[in-house]
């Protein structure tokens, strides 16, 4: 298709269009050619991918509020009404049926081969293609959750190995949400598994949604995204377990996660725990756990270091001989060092231990073992 179409498909001019060419990430699939918009550009959404001579538009960014009670009111429209769903943490991905094949996109746009190969499992295959008959036009959003997860693992209860729950229904070209109750009612209809909801609220109900909130962090879980009853606006908030978690797993290894990475939950932490408008009592034990999960995880890593050990990030993934195959090669051909712990096979299938090598991590923390100065 000629770049003329692909400006039409997008909505944008044809400078536009040709502005945005030179970002674009070729990549191919099984023989399959394709481009992708592999970072945030004004106007086209990251994730984007052309192939094929059609679109699958990328999931919009989702912006976040530090602070519930004037959060809320700023992003959604006085008197409005939102849907409260639980946000879950493991991967993005996108479904969508490209010339009769159904394939799984990444958050930046890349067909995943693993999950590709995995959907059948996490989704009735006759569901799917049912659905996919009645709506061609159809992106099912939604992420991978579970322990076995080659990329964000976090346990949930009944989850077992992975599993795959639908938190939107977008037309695949324009990117364009269904309703939130449409699309709960269709996924029903197609027996497709999403993510919980927690009913409808008035942006004024602060106090109900912060119940909610409590309820998921005694419970461990990431938060919620809250959404317009449109599906056209949306707006998320953590946990301070997630915060926690996800602090306790950067700084086990240091050198390998960003600081603004760090820096933006801590900063989550003070902003909840104003608002919340705890005691010095409360907040000495929140700054306590946070503590710990920041030292400790990292008192582990330097342990393990010094002991001989590495550190890195270790996943396990259960699956048919093929999508381990193609995980890994999409792994490695992506720069990843692999180290593998054990693999064998189990009813008929693979079940694989890895560690993603974290060679920043490793290097500095032996080099400052070993007595390496810091000018600072
Ligand atoms: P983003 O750019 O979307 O903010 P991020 O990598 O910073 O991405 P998160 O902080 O995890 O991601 O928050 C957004 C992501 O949360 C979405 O991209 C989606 O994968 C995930 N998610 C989980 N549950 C939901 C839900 N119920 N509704 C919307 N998104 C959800
Ligand atoms: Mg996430």
């Not at 006085?78 to 958050?107: H, T």
């Not at 295959?125 to 992420?143: Q, V």
């Not at 939130?180 to 942006?203: K, W």
């Not at 002991?307 to 193609?326: L, M, N, S």
């Amino acid at each position: 298709m000629c770049a003329t179409e692909y400006h039409r498909l997008l909505g944008i001019g044809e400078s536009a269009f040709d502005g945005l060419e030179d970002h674009l990430e070729s990549r191919t699939y099984e023989g399959r050619e394709y481009r992708h918009v592999p970072d945030y550009r004004r106007g086209v959404e990251r994730g984007t991918v052309l192939l094929e001579g059609t679109v699958v538009r990328g999931f919009p960014k989702v912006p976040r509020t530090l602070v519930l009670s004037a959060g809320i009111p700023t992003a959604f429209g006085d008197g409005e009404k939102i849907v409260v769903e639980e946000k879950l943490n493991g991967y993005n991905v996108r479904v969508a049926c490209i010339d009769g094949e159904i394939l799984a996109f990444s958050r930046s746009g890349r067909i995943c081969p693993f999950t590709t190969r995995m959907l059948e499992r996490l989704i009735d295959l006759a569901d799917l293609e049912a659905l996919f008959a009645t709506h061609p036009g159809a992106m099912i959003c939604g992420e991978i959750i579970g322990p076995e997860n080659p990329y964000t693992a976090c346990d949930y209860p009944g989850v077992d190995s992975l599993a795959f729950r639908a938190f939107d229904w977008r037309d695949r070209e324009t990117g364009a949400p269904l309703p939130v109750g449409e699309r709960r009612e269709r996924y029903e209809r197609f027996d497709v598994p999403q993510v919980r909801s927690f009913g409808t609220y008035e942006v004024d109900e602060t106090a109900e949604i912060r119940r909610i909130i409590d309820r998921l962090d005694r419970e461990g879980r990431e938060g919620i995204v809250m959404k317009s009853l449109s599906g056209t606006r949306q707006l998320k908030y953590t946990t301070s377990a997630a915060n926690r978690g996800d602090l306790a797993y950067a700084f086990s290894l240091p050198f390998d996660y960003g600081q603004p990475f760090m820096f933006r939950r801590l900063l989550r932490e003070a902003f909840q725990s104003v608002e919340w408008d705890e005691s010095d009592e409360v907040a000495r034990e929140r700054a306590h756990d946070l503590g710990e999960a920041i030292v400790l995880s990292m008192r582990e890593a330097i342990q393990c270091v010094d002991d001989g050990g590495t550190v890195g990030e270790g996943h396990t993934v259960r699956a048919c001989d093929d999508a381990i195959d193609a995980l890994f090669e999409h792994l490695r051909a992506d720069g990843l060092q692999l180290e593998i712990e054990s693999d064998r096979h189990e009813n008929g299938d693979r079940i694989v231990e890895f560690r993603k090598r974290t060679p920043s991590s490793n290097d500095k923390i032996r080099n400052y073992l070993e007595g390496h100065v810091v000018e600072e």
